[in-house]
T-cell receptor, first 117, second 112 residues
Framework: QKEVEQNSGPLSVPEGAIASLNCTYS??????FFWYRQYSGKSPELIMF????GDKEDGRFTAQLNKASQYVSLLIRDSQPSDSATYLC?????????????????FGQGTILTVHP | DVKVTQSSRYLVKRTGEKVFLECVQD?????MFWYRQDPGLGLRLIYF???????EKGDIPEGYSVSREKKERFSLILESASTNQTSMYLC???????????FGEGSWLTVV
C-alpha cells in the first residue's frame, strides 16, 4: 500500500509567524508532489507543485523536497488568518493498469492549520 | 482557467435509489477522477479514466460505477444508494498523469 503521511494537527501559529507543514511518502519512485489548500466546505485548490529536489518559492509559500529522505514540506511565511485551512499533500505514485503506465495521485489525510491574530 | 463543473451540488436520495453524479471539464483533459471525502478518512479515489470509454478502479470502487462516453464528461453512478455512501464527492481532471489535478466544487450526497 502506497502511503502519504501527514500530521493531522491542528497546527496553531500566531499571525506573522512561519507555518511549517510536513509530509512523508512511501515510494522512492515518486516524481511529482503537490500541495493543496482546502477551506471548510470547499474543494481543494492547488497551491504549489514541485518535481525536483530543493526549494521552490512562490510568494509567501516555499515547497521543499528531499527525495532521498522521501520528505516534502510546505513553509508559509508571514502567516495570515486567511491561511487557516486544511493543507493536503499529494504524491504521484508510478502505477500500471491494463498494460498502461500512469501516475496515481494519492493524498495525505491533511494538516489543519489555524493562524490566530 | 480550468473549469470542472459538477452539476448537482446538494442531493438527498433514498436508500436503494439509483444516483447519477455528472461532471464536465472544459480543458480537453485526458484524465478524469472521482473521489469521495469523509471526515477522518481524507480523499479516497473511487474510479478514474485516462481516455474516453476507459476506466480503472481506484481504492474504493465497490458500490459505484462510472461512464465516460465523451472526453469532457465523466459520470459516477451509484446503482443502489446506501446510507454509507453519504459523503462529499469530488470530480477532478488533469491533462495527463503526473500533472496537476483540478477539482470541481463538490457534490454533497445524503442517503436517507
Amino acid at each position: 500500500q502506497k502511503e502519504v503521511e501527514q500530521n493531522s494537527g491542528p497546527l496553531s501559529v500566531p499571525e506573522g509567524a512561519i507555518a511549517s507543514l510536513n509530509c512523508t511518502y512511501s515510494d522512492r519512485g515518486s516524481q511529482s508532489f503537490f500541495w493543496y489548500r482546502q477551506y471548510s466546505g470547499k474543494s481543494p485548490e492547488l497551491i504549489m507543485f514541485i518535481y525536483s529536489n530543493g526549494d521552490k518559492e512562490d510568494g509567501r509559500f516555499t515547497a521543499q523536497l528531499n527525495k532521498a529522505s522521501q520528505y516534502v514540506s510546505l513553509l508559509i511565511r508571514d502567516s495570515q488568518p486567511s491561511d487557516s485551512a486544511t493543507y493536503l499533500c499529494a504524491v504521484v505514485f508510478p502505477s500500471n493498469a491494463g498494460g498502461t503506465s500512469y501516475g496515481k495521485l494519492t493524498f495525505g489525510q491533511g494538516t489543519i492549520l489555524t493562524v490566530h491574530p | 482557467d480550468v473549469k470542472v463543473t459538477q452539476s448537482s451540488r446538494y442531493l438527498v436520495k433514498r436508500t436503494g435509489e439509483k444516483v447519477f453524479l455528472e461532471c464536465v471539464q472544459d480543458m480537453d483533459h485526458e484524465n478524469m477522477f472521482w473521489y469521495r471525502q469523509d471526515p477522518g478518512l481524507g480523499l479516497r479515489l473511487i474510479y478514474f479514466s485516462y481516455d474516453v470509454k476507459m476506466k480503472e478502479k481506484g481504492d474504493i470502487p465497490e458500490g459505484y460505477s462510472v461512464s465516460r462516453e465523451k472526453k469532457e464528461r465523466f459520470s459516477l453512478i451509484l446503482e443502489s444508494a446506501s446510507t454509507n455512501q453519504t459523503s462529499m464527492y469530488l470530480c477532478a481532471s488533469s491533462i495527463d498523469t503526473g500533472n496537476t489535478i483540478y477539482f470541481g466544487e463538490g457534490s454533497w450526497l445524503t442517503v436517507v
